[in-house]
């Protein structure tokens, strides 16, 4: 990993340990550059690679826990618009995507895609153990713990006690 140029980087330590990291540029967000720059960008944190500033700004999020979108309904946030806009379709109920084969609706256009998989047959995600194949990768990861012996973490029931 490549070292940080501490003008970009802002690192904040706070009292219970926790780590907040800063990165910022020269302009604001609205001043995002859209040139056809021949020179990729690299994360600073993970070293992903992204073609404009723009993108390397939304990635960014990951890393520090920006999340300047919130839901207008419940308050819960997000790191990127088009995560807000999906989210919101639960609370609407839009299912604004409809399989043409069997006309059942979805509230994003990924999900119609993996439904398709349904009627084509199509399975592109394979087991590397034995070799099944299946339609989403959520499947596949699920197939997988039969193999490692892995069980799916069970949520925990937390009980709260409150005295009058």
């Given at each position: 990993?490549?070292?940080?140029?501490?003008?970009?980087?802002?690192?904040?330590?706070?009292?219970?340990?926790?780590?907040?990291?800063?990165?910022?540029?020269?302009?604001?967000?609205?001043?995002?550059?859209?040139s056809?720059?021949?020179?990729?960008?690299?994360?600073?944190?993970?070293?992903?690679?992204?073609?404009?500033?723009?993108?390397?700004?939304?990635?960014?999020?990951?890393?520090?826990?920006e999340?300047?979108?919130?839901?207008?309904?419940?308050?819960?946030?997000?790191?990127?618009?088009?995560?807000?806009?999906?989210?919101?379709?639960t609370?609407?109920?839009?299912?604004?995507?409809?399989?043409?084969?069997?006309?059942?609706?979805?509230?994003?256009?990924?999900?119609?895609l993996?439904?398709?998989?349904?009627?084509?047959?199509?399975?592109?995600?394979?087991?590397?153990?034995?070799?099944?194949?299946?339609?989403?990768?959520?499947?596949?990861k699920?197939?997988?713990?039969?193999?490692?012996?892995?069980?799916?973490?069970?949520?925990?029931?937390?009980?709260?006690?409150?005295?009058?």
């Amino acid at each position: 990993m490549n070292p940080v140029n501490a003008s970009h980087l802002q690192t904040l330590l706070f009292e219970d340990d926790t780590l907040m990291v800063t990165l910022t540029y020269g302009e604001s967000d609205s001043e995002t550059d859209h040139s056809d720059s021949k020179k990729p960008l690299k994360c600073y944190v993970c070293e992903k690679v992204f073609k404009d500033k723009s993108q390397i700004k939304r990635h960014h999020r990951i890393h520090t826990g920006e999340k300047p979108y919130a839901c207008s309904t419940c308050g819960k946030r997000f790191y990127q618009i088009y995560l807000l806009k999906y989210h919101e379709r639960t609370h609407t109920g839009e299912k604004p995507y409809t399989c043409k084969i069997c006309g059942k609706n979805f509230r994003c256009s990924d999900s119609l895609l993996v439904h398709m998989r349904i009627h084509t047959g199509e399975k592109p995600y394979g087991c590397k153990t034995c070799g099944k194949r299946f339609i989403c990768t959520s499947n596949l990861k699920s197939h997988t713990r039969i193999h490692t012996g892995i069980k799916k973490k069970k949520k925990k029931n937390h009980i709260i006690s409150v005295r009058w």
